[in-house]
Nanobody, 120 residues
């Protein structure tokens, strides 16, 4: 059984910063891609950023130059440093792990989400 646990969300003023963390728990051999998605009220879930096991990153255009994704493969952990936050960044942020290799094979997993609210 694999679980993803997110932390670091909260309320921040426009222009502020937050750092999200997500740890994958379980008997995991390795994880191909880890990333963050977000879903604002009334909108579809969208990709924010991804990072492969080899360190290749991919960002949504709306967050490029403001957000930085990183991961620690040894700890099965992914981080999202969010700077210069805007009200439109307000959403529930979900951690995603693709190609999680365990004894039973490879599967994808989602965290339960953490709320990020950008407001004055």
């Amino acid at each position: 059984q694999v679980q993803l646990l997110e932390s670091g969300g909260g309320l921040v003023q426009p222009g502020g910063s937050l750092r999200l963390s997500c740890v994958a728990f379980g008997r995991i051999f390795n994880i191909n891609t880890m990333g963050w998605y977000r879903q604002a009220p009334g909108k579809q879930r969208e990709l924010v950023a991804q990072v492969t096991r080899g360190g290749i990153t991919n960002y949504a255009d709306s967050v490029k130059s403001r957000f930085t994704i990183s991961r620690d493969n040894a700890k099965n952990t992914v981080y999202l440093q969010m700077n210069s936050l805007k009200p439109e960044d307000t959403a529930v942020y979900y951690c995603n792990a693709e190609g999680v290799a365990t004894l039973t094979g490879k599967s994808d997993y989602w965290g339960r989400g953490t709320q990020v609210t950008v407001s004055s």
